[in-house]
């Protein structure tokens, strides 16, 4: 089977260059305007862009038949998702899914990636299923099971939104 990939990750990827971007022409126009634009402070100002663009980096997250990766921007982490041992949900200021596997692989994504693209869902539950029956997943079976309840739910809305049936 073919690898599957986050299908809005290249979107995501232009929508980070345009904040970073939108900030750095907003800082020198306001500096501009009232005349203190200097070469350091554009430096300071292109610096604070550059880190923005890092920090909003997303990460592209691939999976295929036995494994899920993602890639940031300086490595990429890879797990086996069909040898996996925990899958945990990390809430805060924004919710992150920690999949682990039995040889130390470690992969930390975003939901909503595996709510936009069922594609990539659907090899990870595949896999997932493989470690439940082989007993390696013992921590995560109730991350996955809302994880996939969330799918079929935004999976249903759409649909009922194209049919125009909502």
């Not at 036995?66 to 300086?74: N, P, Q, T, V």
């Amino acid at each position: 089977m073919e690898p599957v990939e986050d299908r809005r990750w290249a979107r995501d990827l232009r929508d980070t260059f345009r904040c970073a971007g939108a900030l750095l022409g907003l800082l020198l126009l306001v500096d501009h305007f009232n005349g203190r634009l200097t070469l350091w402070r554009g430096a300071l100002w292109l610096t604070l862009a550059a880190l923005l663009l890092v920090v909003l980096y997303p990460a592209r997250v691939r999976a295929g038949e036995g494994w899920l990766s993602a890639r940031g921007l300086l490595r990429e982490r890879r797990v086996r998702t069909d040898r996996l041992v925990s899958v945990r949900c990390l809430d805060g200021v924004s919710q992150r899914l920690v999949l682990r596997d039995e040889f130390g692989g470690r992969v930390e994504i975003d939901p909503v990636v595996l709510v936009n693209n069922p594609d990539v869902w659907h090899r990870l539950a595949e896999d997932s299923h493989k470690s439940l029956a082989s007993g390696s997943l013992t921590c995560g079976e109730t991350a996955l099971r809302r994880i996939a309840e969330r799918v079929e739910r935004e999976t249903a809305e759409t649909v009922f939104r194209v049919s125009g049936l909502e």
